[in-house]
């Protein structure tokens, strides 16, 4: 089967040197392998995004010489799409109504994310009086297992770490484990590189592929690039746009952090090429988090 890979970030900023570490490494991994490198633009938390930055992140990857192939996806063109898919899981019996609110699960244990593991209060139905909020997705306590090829071997099991999770919100929008299936399986998608901090979804995104009767892709999570508190790079703790530092040093910070060795010197598009034909994910740390050289 060809390589069919993609690039599925949040407009929620622009490009900072951590989602740069991301796409990178899916880029190098679709193309090392002559495969499909798509782009696709996970835009349902309409709250959450900042206006401008999906063409921002379009513009930054396309100076850098990450070139994806075909249209941009876009989630929020497919809701019609996430609604027939939850529609065939209510009819399988896989889903139910919640009518909990997050301050009465308070008191439930914290969840493998920092979340809580939902105690399954409306498994059986809705208690007298409670109106439907969500819904979610029955689990089991049987293992998820995978193999992730930093991460190595992975077994959670969703039920006791997890709970049913939700699959449409309180607010009627779709979440983000049942989107992203949708979307890999109807693009195709065989491998899948994203950041460490989505390694524990995996399992739930598992779960509903085999209830959709999808194929599971491979994965491969690299570190998640942080600060030095410890905090993953993003908005919220103040990382830095990535326009602003030459190109080719840029790639080569990244390069290093995924533990490629390129010579120095060499330029943008030097680096490019030196890293296609060198691409070893055995030299990616097989760790969460690493530190972001500054």
């Known amino acids: 089967m060809s390589y069919i890979g993609r690039f599925a970030p949040s407009p929620t900023g622009p ?14 991994d679709a193309r090392a392998a002559r495969g499909t490198w798509l782009l696709r633009m996970e835009d349902l938390d309409k709250p959450r995004e900042q206006p401008g930055a999906s063409g921002a992140i379009l513009r930054q990857l396309d100076a850098l010489g990450l070139h994806w192939d075909g249209p941009v ?24 109504p919640c009518g909990c ?19 399954g209060t409306c498994r ?16 089991t306590n049987e293992p998820i297992r995978f193999a992730d090829r930093v991460q190595g071997e992975i077994a959670q099991s969703v ?60 994965y491969l999570h690299v570190p ?31 390069l290093a952090f995924l533990g490629q060795r390129p010579p120095r010197g060499l330029t943008a598009a030097e680096l490019r090429d030196w890293s296609l034909a060198h691409w070893n994910v055995a030299r990616i740390a097989p760790v969460r988090a ?5």
């Open 290 to 294: 690493l530190a972001a050289a500054p």
């Open 101 to 119: 609110t997050r301050s009465e699960m308070m008191d439930s244990a914290l969840a493998i994310d920092g979340a809580r593991v939902y105690p």
């Open 124 to 139: 059986a139905g809705l208690a007298p009086g409670k109106m439907a909020r969500a819904t979610r997705v029955r689990t």
């Open 73 to 96: 996806l876009y989630q929020s063109t497919r809701t019609a799409v996430y609604a027939a898919a939850l529609e065939r899981l209510r009819a399988r019996g896989a889903t139910y």
């Open 159 to 218: 039920e006791e770490q997890v709970g049913d999770f939700v699959l449409q919100r309180a607010d009627g929008v779709i979440a983000y484990q049942l989107a992203v299936v949708v979307d890999d399986a109807e693009q195709g998608v065989t491998d899948v590189v994203r950041g460490a901090d989505l390694l524990d979804s995996t399992p739930r995104q598992i779960w509903l592929q085999r209830l959709l009767g999808y194929a599971t892709p491979r």
């Open 224 to 254: 998640v690039a942080v600060n030095a508190a410890g905090e993953k790079l993003s908005k919220q703790s103040g990382a830095r746009p990535v326009d602003g530092e030459p190109h080719a040093e840029l790639l080569a910070r990244a």
């Open 15 to 28: 490009l900072h040197f951590g989602s740069l570490v991301a796409a990178l490494a899916s880029w190098l």
